[in-house]
């Protein structure tokens, strides 16, 4: 694995989960890490974590729902590092498991708000800044349930879907740039929204989320040179559209 270092890395829903153990490997290759995410405290044993790493990190809690601060937060990296490396646009919510017809509005609305409208919020604020990299990469996490959905899931799986689909336009626009730009489908995993999308399930059945970070962080490097397609966690690879089953 190449190293990261000086490489600048956004990671979103970086508190907990996925996302919280992959802006920590990021961190241990010598990537500085800006981890974004809503829980002060999540964010803040983040920090010790990659402090004890030898690593560094900038903490920004916020709440993905104001996207006047998410266009702030591109502000504020380009004045203080001008530019980007890499993005992981890992920050989700469930909403409920529930057939479609009896979801109640509000969830829906809050769904497409923090899994769809303030990812391409994220992409539009800092695309000037990943394009500045040298080898720009940016990751948007996916599920499987946009290429398979699943009855009950319907929030979820078309936000999911939505989020690919923006993944596949971006990298179709950045194609003739260093940037390169991939959806990443992690599988089932150990965190808190698949217990509580599946609460019947034994957790210890399932990859330990720094499992699927191992595999995230090398294709944040320069040596990863894909774009506009599907990274499978469990197959650790990668798969053209449209994708097989």
């Known amino acids: ?17 996925i996302g919280y153990w992959t802006a920590l490997a990021l961190a241990r290759e010598g990537a500085h890490v800006i981890a974004v995410a809503r829980t002060t405290g999540g964010l803040e044993e983040l920090d010790d ?70 990812t391409w919020r994220v992409i539009r604020s800092v695309e000037p800044l990943l394009i500045k990299s040298d080898a720009g990469r940016a990751l948007l996490l996916s599920a499987g349930v946009a290429e398979n959905p699943r009855a009950f899931w319907g929030p979820y799986a078309a936000s999911k879907a939505a989020v690919e689909s923006l993944a596949r336009t971006w990298a179709a626009e950045t194609v003739k740039t260093p940037l390169c730009v991939n959806s990443v489908n992690p599988g089932a995993t150990r965190t808190a929204m698949r217990a509580l999308a599946v609460p019947g399930e034994d957790p210890k059945t399932l990859p330990h989320p720094s499992e699927v970070a191992d595999r995230l962080v090398p294709l944040c490097g320069p040596d990863c040179t894909e774009t506009g397609r599907l990274f499978r966690v469990s197959d650790n690879r990668f798969f053209d559209y449209p994708v097989s089953q």
């Not at 694995?1 to 989960?17: E, F, K």
């Open 1 to 17: 694995m190449a190293s990261l270092d000086g490489r600048i890395a956004l990671v979103t829903g970086a508190s907990r989960g």
């Open 49 to 118: 974590a990659i402090q004890a790493a030898g690593g560094s990190s900038t903490l920004v809690p916020m709440d993905l729902t104001d996207m006047p601060a998410i266009d702030r937060l591109g502000g504020a990296i380009n004045e203080r590092w001008g530019k980007l490396d890499i993005l992981v646009a890992n920050a989700a919510v469930l909403g409920t498991i529930s057939p479609i017809g009896h979801v109640e509005a509000k969830v829906f609305d809050k769904v497409m708000a923090i899994n769809v409208t303030a």
